[in-house]
């Protein structure tokens, strides 16, 4: 990888670079994926699948299903932590 090869979310998530330019790449690029699946989810809400963890935390949806299911996710998540 040369010097050239810096400043790409590519670079952050392939090759695990954590320089400051791929880090920054990584999070525009992370944040524009985010607004568009937030944006998807506005348009057509039914689209996605309520009721798991996964859509409270990747799609921000904030209806009572997926609250709950997110909330179970982290008291097993603590659980399980604990016992380890």
Do not use: F, I
């Not at 050239?4 to 979310?9: T, V, W």
């Not at 880090?23 to 992370?30: I, L, Q, S």
């Not at 348009?43 to 179970?72: I, K």
Request: proline share 4%; with cysteine.
């Amino acid at each position: 990888m040369s010097a050239d090869d810096h400043g790409s979310a590519s670079t952050y998530s392939n090759w695990g670079c954590r320089c400051t330019p791929c880090k920054e790449a990584n999070r525009v690029t992370h944040r524009r994926v985010l607004a568009y699946l937030r944006a998807r989810r506005v348009v057509a809400p039914d689209s996605v699948g309520h009721g798991r963890a996964s859509t409270y935390t990747n799609w921000g949806c904030r209806c009572l299903p997926c609250t709950e299911a997110h909330r179970v996710y982290n008291l097993d998540l603590r659980a399980r932590q604990r016992s380890a």
